[in-house]
């Protein structure tokens, strides 16, 4: 597919799923929050390190994250504690706990700067899986952009249903209106709204999924047990309960 | 191969949604099986579906979020007897 994002796919892949993996891509090398453009690409490089670490490999065969010590297989120069947390998010996140987090906090890896390697993470796990599924070959490094991380804290974020502040429901300020417009929100799309542009992209990620739960102009070509047979697959193979 | 449950063609997903997790050496036949079975398109949707849950459950265990209400309670028969509350993540995130 000439022009196609991923190359030369032998597959036909849907405008809007295209469209939001560009925008998506496009949004990992802009600065962030709390990082710069040029941390987030390294952010995007560690996370696809992290598929290979044969210390992940062991320690995820260990009874306990805590039962091994060794050194990550790393590609960036980013600092031990941040390379640490994005390993753990990409091959272990079933056994992250607040524990963790506080450690990382105590590590000089605050929260905000901490979701924002949750939304990097995901994203590019979500679109090198998607790849992987194909066989696809993963999408280049994102460019990174220059400019200053934007230090933007929502005022409303503050401790709720998780191990990091968010913005509780029916309580987004003006600011994150356009994102927090329905009366019930899904604590998976509050859970990263210290960072609310995080929560942007994950919306337009949705291209990969259904527009809304209630939503029944699906845009998939599958039906909906399909859907969730899959999604739920997906999640009981990473151990996630929610 | 055919319907898992009521399902159709769930068991070729189940394992193309398996070898892409794993990203094992049966991948390439299970894709190929779900191409054959269902379709290029069905295909390429199955791999986003796939994509989409490889992101949602990092935001989740990555965050400790609790189960939304409007899932906890209903959600709490099954849990235990699909092994559910013992995932590693269950740990303290199933009720408010």
Redesign the interface.
């Known amino acids: 597919m000439t022009g196609s994002i991923f190359g030369d796919c032998p597959y036909p892949i849907r405008e809007d799923l295209e469209t939001a993996t560009q925008r998506a891509w496009e949004f990992l090398g802009k600065p962030g929050n709390w990082w710069s453009g040029a941390e987030r690409v390294d952010l995007v490089a560690e996370t696809r390190a992290a598929r290979d670490c044969e210390f992940c490999a062991e320690r995820r065969d260990a009874l306990s994250p805590y039962a091994v010590s060794g050194e990550h297989g790393s590609a960036t120069s980013l600092p031990s504690v941040v390379i640490e947390a994005v390993h753990r998010i990409t091959t272990d996140a079933a056994r992250l706990s607040e524990q963790a987090i506080q450690e990382f906090s105590a590590d000089g890896l605050d929260d905000g700067r901490y979701v924002e390697i949750v939304s990097v993470v995901s994203t590019v796990l979500g679109i090198d899986s998607f790849c992987d599924a194909l066989g696809l070959a993963w999408l280049p490094l994102p460019e990174a952009q220059p400019g200053e991380p934007s230090k933007y804290r929502p005022a409303e974020a503050r401790p709720d249903v998780g191990w990091v502040p968010m913005i509780p429901s029916g309580e987004n300020g003006s600011n994150e209106a356009d994102i927090f417009a329905a009366t019930f929100v899904p604590n998976v799309f509050r859970a990263m709204s210290l960072v609310p542009d995080a929560v942007r992209n994950l919306r337009r990620l949705s291209a990969y999924y259904v527009q809304s739960v209630g939503d029944t102009s699906l845009r998939t070509s599958l039906d909906r047990p399909q859907i969730e047979l899959i999604a739920a697959r997906v999640s009981a193979l990473n151990e996630c309960f929610y | 191969m055919g319907k898992?449950g009521?399902?159709?063609?769930?068991r070729e997903?189940?394992e193309?949604?398996?070898a892409?997790?794993?990203?094992s050496a049966s991948?390439?036949a299970a894709?190929q099986t779900v191409?054959e079975a269902m379709?290029?398109?069905?295909?390429?949707?199955?791999?986003?579906?796939?994509?989409?849950?490889?992101?949602?459950?990092?935001?989740?265990?990555?965050?400790?979020?609790?189960?939304?209400e409007?899932a906890e309670v209903p959600s709490r028969a099954f849990r235990g007897r699909m092994g559910?509350?013992e995932?590693?993540?269950?740990?303290?995130?199933?009720s408010?």
């Open positions: 898992t009521e399902v159709e063609h769930g997903l189940i193309f949604a398996d892409s997790v794993a990203r991948l390439p894709r191409r379709g290029p398109k069905e295909l390429v949707d199955a791999a986003a579906i796939v994509g989409n849950f490889q992101r949602m459950v990092r935001i989740a265990d990555g965050t400790g979020i609790q189960l939304d409007i559910i509350d995932f590693a993540s269950a740990q303290g995130r199933g408010h």
